[in-house]
């Protein structure tokens, strides 16, 4: 009776939990108890040893390790799309070609303009119309490069946000690392703390790519990857430590021109992808 009432609290304890993020259905393996009438030289012999019961061996989370990779793999790659999609349209609005108010509108008229003038130099409206459409070309570029410089402004904004998002994440996974381990060395699986530990996972793929190796008492490491030159000028992609168990080792974030912080909290300038 103990043992399914325990059951029991694990089954309310999975429908207390159906709305809440991250939370993996959990489920208590039942294992029978030590039989009694085991053989023994002052035992006589018995048709069968009689079973003691059931006990609750352990409460588990109903979660793969391997659809997790995938998924924050995918999710990582769908971001990073996404990302870039929100920007260059961005962008696309500033130029808004082809229209009658574009670059290239205003290029055209410009030329024109000039043929104007070429084939009737004296003619003082042929000059002012080469002037008239000079000034709306210089105009309609300055006005484009404010544009693009507003947006620049607001991924730095972004970047910068996004970087002590990143740091924040990472601190609470060291810290939920922590914990686990010492409920780990305590003889209990933390299902509770790992689901928290796991959302936390997923919030950071959406930001970059990461890998994670498993460590003694569910512990783990935390991987980014970078790109970098090598002596022959060769781009490739190297793995970077982000978490060693509870420790935070350096926190990164994948656009180029991040800003790198390293474990003493200095700043590290290096253009990454």
Request: glycine share 6%; aromatic share 8%.
């Amino acid at each position: 009776m103990q043992a399914q009432q325990t059951a029991l609290h694990v089954v309310s304890h999975n429908i207390a939990n159906a709305n809440t993020e991250g939370y993996s259905v959990q489920r208590a393996n039942l294992k029978t108890t030590t039989p009694f009438g085991m053989p023994s030289l002052t035992t006589s012999a018995e048709p069968g040893q009689i079973g003691t019961g059931v006990k609750v061996d352990s409460i588990t989370r109903s979660r793969d390790e391997f659809l997790d990779f995938y998924i924050r793999k995918e999710t990582s790659t769908l971001e990073n799309y996404k990302a870039r999609e929100q920007f260059l349209s961005q962008i696309e609005t500033v130029f808004t070609e082809p229209s009658d108010t574009g670059i290239g509108t205003l290029l055209t008229r410009f030329w024109d303009a000039w043929q104007g003038l070429a084939t009737n130099p004296e003619s003082s409206t042929s000059r002012e119309l080469v002037r008239s459409n000079a000034l709306a070309l210089c105009e309609g570029i300055r006005h484009n490069y404010t544009q693009l410089e507003d947006i620049e402004a607001s991924i730095s904004d972004l970047i910068q946000n996004q970087v002590f998002e990143v740091s924040s994440i990472l601190k609470q996974i060291a810290d939920l690392n922590e914990q686990i381990k010492a409920v780990t060395i305590g003889g209990k699986n933390p299902n509770d703390l790992m689901d928290r530990r796991d959302l936390l996972l997923d919030q950071l793929s959406q930001r970059f790519s990461i890998k994670t190796k498993p460590t003694d008492f569910n512990g783990i490491e935390l991987y980014g990857y970078e790109d970098y030159v090598d002596e022959n000028g060769i781009t490739k992609t190297r793995e970077v430590k982000l978490i060693t168990d509870t420790k935070v080792e350096q926190i990164m974030y994948f656009i180029s021109d991040a800003v790198i912080t390293d474990s003493n909290g200095n700043s590290i300038n290096k253009k990454i992808s």
